[in-house]
């Protein structure tokens, strides 16, 4: 599967964005799908998690703040994010895996080139 994300830019604390990640090749359906994101010299981390049911997880930097959700039926996967702060400012890569339940980063098969969202204060 191929993945494609898009949606960043550059926002100021407090604004809203939404990240799509579209998926070409096989339906997003059989895979739990998850978030992650890179600072500016940090390792990657995890954002968010949605199981193809639609049961979800979120780091407690981000809970209440950013929404993950699925259009299977558009094979695409959402993160809107709002009420963003400086501290948000990273790439953001979207992933699919076939593995199971988990934030560990090497059980996710496919990745998306990475969207940059810039959050300025």
């Known amino acids: 599967v191929q993945l494609q994300a898009s949606g960043g830019g550059l926002v100021q604390a407090g604004g809203s964005l939404r990240l799509s990640c579209a998926a070409s090749?096989?339906?997003?359906?059989?895979?739990?799908m998850a978030w992650f994101r890179q600072a500016p010299g940090k390792e990657r981390e995890s954002v968010a998690l949605?199981?193809?049911?639609?049961?979800?997880y979120y780091e407690d930097s981000v809970k209440g703040r950013f929404t993950i959700s699925r259009d299977n039926a558009k094979n695409t996967v959402y993160l809107e994010m709002n009420n963003l702060k400086p501290g948000d400012t990273a790439v953001y890569y979207c992933?699919?895996?076939?593995?199971?339940?988990?934030?560990?980063?090497?059980?996710?098969?496919?990745w998306g080139q990475g969207t940059l969202v810039t959050v300025s204060s």
């Open positions: 090749g096989r339906t997003l359906s059989m895979y739990i």
């Open positions: 992933a699919a895996s076939t593995v199971g339940w988990t934030t560990i980063q090497s059980s996710y098969n496919y």
């Open positions: 949605i199981w193809s049911g639609g049961s979800t």
